[in-house]
């Protein structure tokens, strides 16, 4: 190939370019039943009484059947992004009858004016009723039914009794419920003595709202018989209650005895339960949301054979509480116990559990919530947690134990730690030595050190996680900037989703980790993503296998380096957005990934997206069989070369936006068979620095994949570490030749997706040539410098060059050179022939003929030939002394054309 270019000579002047808190379960209506029937009939007349009809209201309940209350599991907690920790279900009471609607209105009126004097009966009872004072009277008989529908069955309004007086004999049916229940203006009892409930076993519901009863004097109703005093004051008005006289060893039933009590100020239930003779005792929300109760004696309080505590003192206004000589060994439920406490500063339950006999014992959001001065000193001195199964939700939430050390916990059978210490304000928790006789399957870890805040100091030594199967979000957003997991097993787990998510965690070690080993089917999505301070991982040692889903994997992560290479990834669907944003990442190595895949609809769109530090990518046997979408995969990346060759992509649907605005500057897809692609739009767009492109006979792009345009004559090439340059705007075919002496046509880029039948190579068009030459300048000369033959030489011997790029080492380069114009000057047609006036190089005339200048090799893309680089020529002016030269040419500059040859194929 030759390329001529001209030159000037200058004979005169030389010429110079990136749950918010548990709400406590409300009394729930436990005792409403959806299938209530009312059964209204009209008794016959009594003597005396004949204008007085008896309306009778019998409301059907559910019952178990067998006389027992059901006892339902506690809800299990759903696993939402924010936990939502539910209060425990407690089990409903044996034939309690539905309350009658809290209303301060009077019934319709029958039409027939209230007399001041009413008389009626209630069971065997003769009772009269003042509505002017609001005395209810109870003669000598048996109480039958709740005195609130006996009176509304009499045509009176309860709400319009202020006093009970009871005349002697009166005693009740063992099993009336809500027997005072919404007397909302009761507040006197007179000769309460004469009520004998000797026989009474039940006292549920029964100063159910009745808001008016503020201090009443209980002590003298006989209880030693009474098995349920569930919700007895549920709602009500009381302010100070001593009971410490009451007999209890019988009952069996005190859930929500006190709940919702919002007045009660004082409690007196010393001497409770010395001679228990009930088992399976429930005290669950016992004095929930006594929000104002500050005084609670409970001196000698038993609580031998009592099976629930579950949501025992939530929310109350008590500060401080000694449990530690409780006995909680037959106690299966703590859950919610001390939940949303905001008052009860010290807490003492040391001891608590020696000796346990209750197995699956749930301590499931027994501390969670605790907020302002609630639970600050927390004394859990061998506080045991045998035979424990669920410590879910456990210190949830709670604002205000900032140090403790579990490190002596037994939890060996505990089979759920979700959420356990989630959005806690602890700073420091020590769990050394946790699971080394571990029992549990199936264990759950699930969010347990969930968090946003405090967390900084966690003691792991020895935590064992033996059983463990679920993983997802245990330290996302921890504040922990160091953990060591080494060794941990974990071949059990099935998920470790977004276990790492945006913590800040800076160094994580996972050696010897054994992901998949005892499992079949594991995810790892968003496992580490968000992780901007993470910059060192250790996976000595580890392997990875069974793995499903990979997606978000590493997508914002700090690490600069991963190598990855001995994951088997063979099952996993999606590596969608798996390295996607990792900016950081400077080196990845994914060889041998996909070796044996049985996976199938592989999902690899936006896998490297946006990682746009990536510069080492090791794709060495990267197997992409089966795989269905690289849509985006490498969109926005700064990899300079890719070789794709041997990828399988013959089940690939969707290459759009593949290599999209990537820094590519070459790509081979050689191998490539795309017969079943139909979407490659912008597959190549605004990939600017992509110069070479090798395309197989097999790929067929359904659709324009918007290949780049080449760029104006004169860009820059980078291969190799060797700089070259276009010499063409527009792509060409290689051909017979090489990349950067390409033989082939040149293409515009529609003809370049066309289907073909044979393998093509694209380049930018570039070609050896002569980038530059410096102009040869002989200054100002007379006559006389002619004189005696001599011959001026040069004055730019040492500095002029030619520039020469495009070169390719193994090749010889000739360049010649030859004078093919006269000397010329502007202003005149006068001229001085090549002929009189020659240029010399060495001793060859350049008027006559062209003359070899240089001829060689070069290691290098691009080589500066100097005009001094053979020491014994040089270029020299030969002036025939009978040269005429007309007075029109003295005083200007002249110049004549130099022609330069440059030929790769010398002779």
Known sequence: MRLNKQFYLQILIALLTFTGPVQAVTAAEVMTADNVKTDKKLCLPNAGRSDLQELIQRVATDDTGDGQPTEPEPDEPETPEVAQVEQPKVEADPQVEEPLAKTDSKPASSGKAPRAITTNTNGTSTWTFDSDTGLLVFGAGQLAQRIDQNLVAADLVATQVKKIQFEANVTVDPNVTYLFANLGQLSEFIDLQNFDTSNVTSMAYWFYYTKGLTNPDLSVLNTSNVTNMSYMFYGSGVTSLDLSGWSVDKVVYFSYMFYGTDNLEYLNLSDWGNNRTATSVRMAFMFSDTTKLTTLIMKNFQTTNVTNMSGMFSNTGLTSLNLSDWDVRQVVTFEAMFSSEKNLSTLNLSNWGVNRTATSVSMRGMFQGSSNNGLTKLNLTNFQTTNVTNMSDMFYQNETTETIDLSSWNVDQVTTFQYMFAYSNIKSLDLSNWGINRTANGVDMSYMFYSKVALISLNLTNFKTTNVTNMSNMFAYSNIEELDFSGWNVTKVTTFLRMFYSAKIQSLNLSDWHVGAETSSVIMAYMFYSTPALTSLDLTNSTITNVT??????????????????????????????????????????????????????????????????????????????????????????????????????????????????????LDLTGWSTTSGNAFNIMFNATNSLWKIALGKNIKFANNPNFTSAPAVGTTITDNGQKYKTTAASWQEVGTGTDHCPTGNMVTTTQMYADRSEPVTYVWAQTPTIDAASNIVFGTLNASVFGGGKLPIATNMSTGKLDLINLEATITYDITVSQTSDWEANGTTDKITRHDLKLMYGDDELSDHATTFWQGQSENSQKSVSLSHNPDKSFRLSLNPATIIKSSLLDKQMQSTLTWSFNDTPS
Not at 549 to 557: D, H, N, P, Q
Not at 604 to 613: L, P, R, W
Not at 629 to 652: C, G, I, P, Q
């Open 549 to 666: 889903t990979m997606f978000y994997m590493f997508t914002y992560t700090g690490l600069t380096s991963l190598n990855l290479s001995n994951c088997d990834v063979s099952k996993v669907t999606t590596f969608q957005y798996m390295f996607y944003k990792a900016s950081n990442l400077l080196t990845l190595n994914l060889s041998g990934w996909g070796n044996s895949r049985s996976a199938n609809n592989v999902d690899m769109s936006y896998m490297f997206a946006d990682a746009t530090a990536l510069s080492s990518l090791t794709l060495t046997g990267f197997n992409t069989s089966n795989v269905t979408n690289m849509s985006y995969m490498f969109s926005n990346t700064k990899l300079a070369s890719l070789d794709l060759s041997n990828w399988d992509v013959t089940k690939v649907t969707n290459f759009t936006y593949m290599f999209s605005n990537s820094k590519l500057m070459t």
